[in-house]
């Protein structure tokens, strides 16, 4: 299968170097707007480059995105439009009236897709989820999950990432669904400025926290910082009436414990997510290589990127009027 990678950043330079070693590949293609940039990666790692973005559309089997946020929706439309399987990173547009027009014309198109939610496919989140599916936690009383960035991000990127949680906590409110098969109906979200001055400019926070109902009326709870200077920190910990467990506890998890006699981690920190998840990011690649070749339904929707938004949206709309936000009040 002949697959073009749109996008030769950060996220994009590690896709390449995933998707030429990803079985099922025949030939890897790089486009990007800065061409220079797309020749490099693809060099780095024995693909083609090819400078017209349009024309490496047309000479791919199935298209993968890894572009820049604002650039989203104008290639997926152009993807689904020449037919061709596509794979994007989060989110599908820069704000919600683009994704629900986004979502609405990938389903109208009928060409297979599949959304960037990486978690879906880490092996712990998997078992976590077979453990609710097959009922072994019992009734599923609550959830506590913590996203931690390392560093907040540079200054010029704040106004442009639509806050806190749209941003970083898309991936939570996505990760709720999915592990629970069920539907938030409420948020309630507060947070503040408490290291980073700079995110006030922006009227934005740099630490939160949120609380969601769900519609069968289990609580989760969200905690959420730009910065732990120990490292990447992702958990989700799940408490039910047999069992309970955790994800992302473990040898690099950064956070030790004061009680006498337990060691510390024993191995470095998680630097950031692209390290955390790369196995994630394997297994999701694989996934969409049976989506585009028909043989599987897409595991991740337009859709499920349209109710994670709309969670995102409740929560940011709590943080600025300081009250409960029903989903109901999100369009969808």
């Not at 170097?17 to 061409?35: F, K």
């Not at 604002?70 to 439009?81: F, P, Q």
């Not at 004061?258 to 999701?284: K, S, T």
């Not at 028909?294 to 709590?318: F, I, K, N």
Request: hydrophobic letters at 45%.
């Amino acid at each position: 299968m002949r697959i073009t990678l749109i996008g030769a950043g950060r996220i994009g330079s590690l896709h390449a170097r995933l998707l030429a070693a990803t079985p099922g590949i025949d030939q890897l293609i790089v486009a990007d707007v800065d061409s220079a940039r797309a020749r490099e990666v693809a060099a780095a790692v024995g693909a083609q480059a090819i400078d017209s973005i349009p024309d490496a559309i047309r000479a791919a089997d199935a298209v993968v995105i890894a572009a820049a946020t604002t650039a989203h929706a104008e290639l997926i439309v152009a993807s689904v439009d020449a037919g061709r399987p596509t794979f994007c990173e989060k989110p599908l547009a820069e704000d919600l009236g683009h994704t629900l027009s986004v979502a609405a014309h990938i389903e109208a198109s009928g060409v297979p897709f599949q959304l960037g939610f990486q978690r879906r496919f880490d092996a712990a989140y998997r078992e976590a989820r077979r453990l609710v599916a097959t009922g072994e936690l019992g009734t599923l009383y609550a959830m506590r999950m913590a996203g931690h960035d390392p560093e907040p991000p540079h200054e010029s990127y704040i106004p442009q990432s639509g806050g806190l949680f749209r941003d970083f906590s898309i991936h939570d409110f996505d990760v709720l669904r999915y592990l629970t098969g069920r539907e938030v109906v409420e948020v309630y979200a507060d947070g503040g400025v408490l290291g980073f001055p700079v995110f006030a400019k922006y009227n934005d926070v740099d630490t939160a926290v949120a609380t969601l109902r769900l519609d069968d009326g289990m609580l989760a709870v969200l905690t959420v910082a730009r910065h732990d200077p120990l490292g990447y920190d992702i958990r989700t910990e799940l408490f039910g009436s047999r069992d309970s467990v955790s994800v992302g506890l473990g040898p690099r998890t950064p956070m030790r414990s004061v009680e006498p006699g337990v060691p510390p981690p024993a191995g470095p920190a998680w630097p950031n997510f692209l390290d955390r998840f790369e196995a994630a990011y394997v297994a999701e690649f694989a996934a969409f290589l049976r989506v585009a070749a028909g043989l599987e339904p897409s595991p991740c929707t337009a859709r499920d990127g349209v109710e994670a938004l709309r969670v995102a949206e409740a929560a940011t709309r709590s943080l600025h009027e300081h009250r409960p936000v029903a989903i109901a009040e999100i369009p969808g």
